[in-house]
């Protein structure tokens, strides 16, 4: 059969042509189509709101909306400290620099109570008071005196204590009992601290150490020993 016999026969039947036609765009119209049985929806599903989505609202209304309905609590800060914690410390007028970042001001009165890392503290002249500050880590260790880093400042800056006015955790006390003349001996003691005999023979007995501090010591000398080890080998290393 020839091209020219091939359209001849297409006009005389149309109708089939036009139902594959049909059958092949089927799918572009789902209203049209018949679905079997097992393919056809139950009468129980549930009918699909056209508005659901558009009463649902964007992404950002809906978290709006949850916002709004659940309660969100405040973030927890520090609680402010008691006031019978804060330990007023008076302190000489003019700052030095010395080890530690900024400023570092002298303790000139005993306080109430030692001074030591945790503890809140307020630094006073005989004209000015500062805030509350937080003692934080040693930034300086020497024979007689020990200089605290305070946080909570505007700027950067330290608390250098006597000795005998201070607490030092386990490492810094095992530290100073141990290597005491390896420690620098400058700034003297306080004026309030010189006249006590036992700082006449400093360079050769050690006048914070008494017997009492040795048999405290003695159970924790190693592990101390090992963690003074490491950090001077880190600090050898560098």
């Avoid at 042509?17 to 009468?43: F, G, K």
């Avoid at 030591?116 to 004209?127: A, M, P």
């Avoid at 010189?194 to 048999?215: G, L």
Wanted: net charge positive.
């Amino acid at each position: 059969m020839n091209y020219i016999e091939r359209k001849a026969r297409q006009k005389k039947r149309p109708d089939k042509y036009l139902r594959r036609a049909t059958d092949q765009t089927n799918w572009l119209h789902p209203d049209r189509r018949t679905l079997s049985a097992h393919l056809a929806p139950s009468p129980n599903m549930p009918k699909v709101d056209p508005e659901h989505h558009r009463r649902r609202g964007s992404r950002r209304e809906r978290q709006a909306t949850l916002a709004s309905e659940i309660h969100i609590p405040l973030p927890l800060f520090h609680p402010s400290p008691d006031a019978r914690d804060i330990i007023q410390a008076t302190v000489l007028a003019r700052p030095r620099y010395g080890r530690g970042r900024g400023l570092t001001w002298t303790v000139n009165e005993a306080p109430e109570e030692p001074l030591q890392k945790g503890r809140y503290v307020i630094l006073r002249t005989e004209t000015e008071a500062t805030g509350i500050g937080r003692i934080s880590v040693v930034t300086d260790l020497r024979r007689h005196w020990v200089t605290f880093a305070i946080a909570g400042a505007t700027l950067p800056c330290n608390i250098r204590v006597p000795i005998p006015w201070a607490v030092l955790d386990n490492l810094e006390s095992y530290t100073h009992r141990t290597y005491y003349f390896n420690l620098p001996p400058d700034p003297r003691p306080h004026e309030a601290l010189r006249h006590d005999p036992k700082f006449d023979k400093e360079d050769h007995v050690n006048p914070y150490y008494t017997e009492d501090t040795e048999d405290e010591a003695g159970a924790e000398c190693e592990e101390m020993e090992e963690r003074v080890a490491r950090i001077t080998n880190y600090w050898g290393q560098a």
